[in-house]
């Protein structure tokens, strides 16, 4: 049975941000240079997180950076949040990724924007603990 993208249930500034967004920024930390890098990525809004896609999998030098610190800064227009990362290895989990992706992007965008390989995504939760700030 097909499980279905859910839309993020809480309406805060940072969603509402995010809602018609193709690209955000991302902050990480450099695993060597400890300074903060930031770059542009895509991403795919759903079950109350942020996915993303590394283009070049687990090769991917922001990828490998929230291998070593999963703390990750997320700017979508003028909302900042900086959150904890999760990087995803799982078959099933990377497939279901790209195919949110494929959704989004269209097929024939990721085919020729991510050369891969595709083993690997990054889930961003937007349920904030208690104690988490902005």
Not at 2 to 27: G, M, N, Y
Request: charged letters at 25%; a positive charge; proline letters at 5%.
């Amino acid at each position: 049975m097909a499980r279905t993208r859910k839309p993020v249930t809480s309406e805060d500034a940072f969603s509402r941000a995010l809602k018609d967004r193709r690209q955000i920024s991302i902050s990480v930390i450099g695993r060597r240079s400890g300074r903060t890098i930031t770059l542009p990525v895509w991403f795919v809004l759903a079950e109350d997180a942020l996915w993303l896609l590394p283009v070049y999998g687990s090769q991917t030098q922001w990828y490998r950076n929230l291998l070593m610190n999963p703390a990750i800064t997320i700017k979508a227009g003028a909302e900042r949040l900086t959150l904890r990362s999760r990087t995803l290895k799982g078959a099933q989990a990377v497939r279901r990724v790209i195919r949110w992706f494929r959704e989004k992007y269209t097929p024939e965008i990721i085919a020729r924007l991510y050369p891969g390989p595709l083993n690997v995504a990054v889930k961003v939760s937007l349920r904030r603990r208690a104690g988490e700030t902005t």
